[in-house]
Every structure is written in C-alpha cells, then in structure tokens.
Nanobody, 114 residues
C-alpha cells in the first residue's frame, strides 16, 4: 500500500510561516507529479502547488509569491514552504502523487489566526 506521510502543519499568526513535508516511496517520488492541495471547511479541495518529475512547478494564483514547492530527491520528500500566511490559508493540506493513478496523504491542519 502506497503511503504519503505528511508533517509540519500547525497554528500560526497572520504573516507567519510554516513548512509542510511529504515523504513518498521513491518510485512515486521519481515518476509522479507531486502536489499539495487544501480543503477549507465548506469548500472544495483545491490545488495549491504541484511539481512534476522534471521539476516544472505550478501555483494557484492565491499563493503565488508566498508559497514555494520543492523536492529533496535524497529524502524522497516534497516540501511546501508557506510564507506571509493569511487567515484564508486555513485549511487541511493534503499531499498528492499523480500519474496514471493518484495517491493521497492523510492531511495536516494549518490554522492561521491572531
């Protein structure tokens, strides 16, 4: 069974930073497009950022310039560095690996509040 293991969520004040991590099996990490999605209460799950096997990245307009997705190949880990966090960034964040099929992490809560 494929497991994507997330960590790094938590609570932060507006303007603060957090870094999320997602550890994936090496075969998934090497071939799949890895992404971070989020789902706020009462809203649909949305793509936040993704990075292909070839390191092409995409970002939601709402996070451009604030969030950065990156990889550590030695650790088979994908990161989401989140800066200048705002209350509207509050959500459960999910790691995803997507190719011919799709795998999800268990989700990690990010809360931005004063």
């Amino acid at each position: 069974q494929v497991q994507l293991v997330e960590s790094g969520g938590g609570s932060v004040q507006p303007g603060g930073s957090l870094r999320l991590s997602c550890a994936a099996p090496r075969i998934i990490f090497s071939i799949y497009t890895m992404g971070w999605y989020r789902q706020a209460p009462g809203k649909q799950r949305e793509l936040v950022a993704s990075i292909t096997a070839g390191d092409d990245t995409t970002y939601a307009d709402s996070v451009k310039g604030r969030f950065t997705i990156s990889k550590d190949r030695a650790k088979s880990t994908v990161y989401l560095q989140m800066n200048s966090l705002q209350p509207e960034d509050t959500a459960v964040y999910y790691c995803n690996g997507r190719w011919t099929d799709s795998y999800w992490g268990q989700g990690t809560q990010v809360t931005v509040s004063s």
